[in-house]
């Protein structure tokens, strides 16, 4: 017999937003409840995340934000439910 477990969270099991230096390893969690905008710059190391003129990240981000948002609001009032599956947690994977 062969068991296989799989992961699915919703958008209601989003509670925070983590970011990770690449430069310097620092990481960072945001609650995801009136989280605004990525910080310009990491507060550690100051390697530059998105700066003034970095339109396409800053933008890009704060649309994926607001789907997010959108589609939990649209799923709290349909019939169906909407989960995602994730790669179930084994350990400190890289
Ligand atoms: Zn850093």
Same mark, same amino acid.
């Given at each position: 017999?062969t068991?296989q477990?799989?992961?699915f969270?919703g *958008?209601s099991?989003?509670?925070? *937003?983590?970011?990770d230096?690449?430069?310097? =390893?620092?990481?960072?969690? +945001?609650? +995801? @409840?009136?989280f605004?905008d ?5 507060p550690?190391? %100051?390697? @530059? +995340?998105?700066g003034f003129?970095?339109?396409?990240t800053?933008?890009t981000?704060?649309e994926f934000? =607001?789907a997010?948002?959108a589609?939990?609001?649209l799923? %709290?009032k ?5 989960s995602? @599956?994730?790669?179930p947690?084994?350990?400190d994977?890289?």
């Amino acid at each position: 017999m062969t068991v296989q477990t799989k992961c699915f969270i919703g *958008l209601s099991d989003i509670v925070a *937003l983590r970011i990770d230096c690449k430069k310097c =390893k620092a990481l960072f969690v +945001f609650p +995801f @409840e009136g989280f605004r905008d990525i910080p310009q710059s990491c507060p550690n190391c %100051e390697q @530059e +995340f998105a700066g003034f003129n970095d339109n396409v990240t800053r933008h890009t981000f704060r649309e994926f934000m =607001k789907a997010i948002r959108a589609v939990g609001s649209l799923t %709290e009032k349909s019939a169906f439910s909407f989960s995602m @599956e994730i790669t179930p947690a084994l350990g400190d994977r890289k």
